[in-house]
């Protein structure tokens, strides 16, 4: 079936430090991929989402290009800030139509000051 | 204030028992969604709604029954509840458009942390 792979578990960093968190999915056809962020005690938050080959989303200083040659949506950013600490996860949308979501396991970022 | 509101924000129950968590979103989107995050899976689709009707249901218990009793609501009932339960869960909408219930963007409420003991 269709799946996320979100390479990092953890990544600490920073401020000011660039980020990378890597995400590679596996789907037929052009699934929507989706970024969210989450904060402690909080629902998912949108970040941003792409539904073409090299369409590039971007929300808050962090971007993702969709690469259908290698299945992956890398969110990064330039200079984080203590504030972007959360959890994040890369989702894609299944093409059964029905709204399913399937997300990553999600990276956990800390930024230090 | 809250466009998603989900009551309530936490849930003790004892194993056996019933619960309904409740969703309310006022966002006038027409399709809703439940999602389950525990220790053990991160955010896991459990339904979809799309103006009252199922369109997915991936849990595959029926002690889950979620309840749309007005376009803006959609409530979960769970029945004997089992400690494996305990998780968070979120419930999210999004505006269907014309590419289909894949293409939108789902927005999310603040979750009801569900504790089976």
């Known amino acids: 079936g269709d799946s996320v792979t979100q390479t990092e578990g953890q990544v600490a960093l920073s401020e000011e430090d660039f980020l990378t968190i890597h995400c590679n999915y596996s789907?037929?056809?052009?699934?929507?991929l989706f970024w969210y962020v989450q904060y402690p005690g909080e629902g998912p938050q949108f970040l941003f989402r792409?539904?073409?080959?090299?369409e590039k989303g971007s929300s808050r200083g962090f971007e993702a290009t969709y690469d259908k040659g290698t299945t992956s949506f890398h969110l990064r950013k330039a200079s984080v800030q203590e504030s972007d600490s959360a959890v994040y996860y890369c989702?894609?949308?299944?093409?059964?139509?029905?709204?399913?979501?399937?997300f990553g396991d999600g990276t956990v970022l800390t930024v230090k000051p | 204030d809250p466009k998603i509101i989900q009551k309530p924000k936490y849930l003790v129950a004892v194993t056996g028992s019933e619960k309904i968590l409740i969703c309310e979103q006022y966002?006038?989107?027409?399709?809703m969604y439940w999602y389950r995050q525990s220790a053990k899976k991160p955010l896991e689709f459990m339904f979809s709604?799309?103006?009252?009707?199922?369109?997915d249901n991936q849990t595959a218990s029926s002690r889950f029954q979620p309840q749309s009793s007005k376009k803006n609501h959609l409530d979960l009932q769970i029945t004997a509840l089992k400690p494996d339960d305990s998780a968070t869960y979120f419930c999210?909408?999004?505006?269907?458009?014309?590419?289909?219930?894949?293409?939108?963007?789902?927005?999310f409420g603040p979750g009801t942390r569900l504790l089976v003991l």
């Open positions: 999210a909408s999004s505006q269907p458009g014309t590419g289909g219930l894949n293409q939108d963007t789902q927005y």
């Open positions: 792409a539904s073409r080959d090299k």
């Open positions: 709604y799309s103006y009252q009707k199922l369109m």
């Open positions: 966002l006038g989107h027409n399709a």
């Open positions: 989702a894609l949308a299944h093409n059964t139509n029905t709204g399913k979501l399937t």
């Open positions: 789907a037929s056809g052009y699934p929507a």
